[in-house]
């Protein structure tokens, strides 16, 4: 399976980089008649209503435009406003924000910091775009710069058996450091000199197996060990285990607990997008003992295609 360099790139991204940090806010104590300026100068789709600095609601382009069509009161904000408002961690994977834009059918997400549950910014589809596209262009001016080993490290070494082994720990429930272990994973793979298009399949995998890690688990470790003919993944945890793992296979099926999803993990893509994109996948696991994943991808392109 061919993964492009916007889809690895989803998932290096947090919200906090894509973002947009200067927020225009109103009181909800406000008129209606305020949002015509703001919302048509501005081309917003909507601001959140902010009291005391405390996010209370948003307020949208077709909140205005239904009571502009019938103005049957004063039309202060805080009457026609959403009051349960979805939000956002600034700190979450961007990857998990898009499964959750896709989920909700919403166009635009608050951004709260975690520690304190204050507004720091608005995260929109357009805001997602434009920041895939810096990341690029600042991804593509790094690769111009850098010198890639010259040689695939295994090309010099000589020995009948060769094996690099790698090893990551990953601590359960440490949303802002998800994804970390993943991105050193890649970092190192590069230096050795792997081609990209096998550097981005392992990452994606391992970046799905660690938010899995992450969410349902105490945390685990993530053992990569690379040959010459094949790089093999074991991520291992300890954790409450699954109990159906055909389930567990299937599109959309998670166990995550309601405050999981809320934070936007949790979708029940993660096992379906590794077996996608893996050359061999098997998965083990016992209640109340843990969860083995194997996940193999053959360097040789024969052996992948065979395969």
Request: net charge negative; hydrophobic share 40%.
């Amino acid at each position: 399976m061919r993964i492009t360099k916007t889809q690895e790139m989803i998932y290096e991204l947090k919200v906090s980089d894509v973002m947009t940090r200067d927020v225009i806010s109103v009181h909800s104590k406000d008129r209606m008649l305020q949002l015509r300026n703001m919302l048509r100068g501005n081309r917003f789709s909507g601001v959140p209503v902010l009291d005391d600095s405390e996010l209370v609601g948003l307020i949208s382009v077709e909140d205005f435009i239904q009571w502009l069509a019938t103005r049957q009161d004063s039309g202060l904000i805080e009457d026609h406003m959403t009051k349960s408002v979805d939000t956002v961690y600034d700190d979450a994977p961007l990857v998990v924000v898009i499964r959750k834009f896709e989920k909700t059918g919403l166009g635009r997400f608050p951004v709260v910091d975690r520690q304190q549950g204050r507004l720091v910014g608005i995260l929109t589809k357009g805001d997602v775009i434009k920041g895939l596209l810096k990341k690029l262009e600042i991804d593509f001016q790094e690769e111009e710069d850098y010198r890639p080993p010259a040689r695939y490290v295994f090309e010099d070494i000589k020995a009948d058996h060769a094996r690099l082994l790698f090893c990551y720990d990953v601590k359960g429930q440490d949303f802002e450091q998800a994804g970390e272990s993943s991105s050193r994973l890649k970092k190192t793979l590069s230096r050795l000199g792997i081609q990209p298009a096998m550097v981005r399949r392992v990452a994606i995998a391992s970046y799905e197996a660690e938010l899995n890690l992450v969410v349902f688990t105490e945390g685990g470790r993530i053992r990569a060990e690379i040959q010459p003919a094949k790089i093999f993944i074991a991520v291992q945890d300890s954790g409450p285990g699954i109990a159906d793992i055909q389930k567990a296979r299937m599109p959309g099926y998670s166990t995550a607990p309601e405050w999981v999803r809320e934070l936007g993990f949790g979708a029940g893509m993660g096992l379906v997008n590794i077996k996608n994109i893996a050359d061999e996948f098997d998965i083990r696991s016992e209640l109340g003992k843990g969860t083995h994943l194997s996940i193999t991808f053959f360097t040789n392109e024969e052996r992948r295609e065979a395969g």
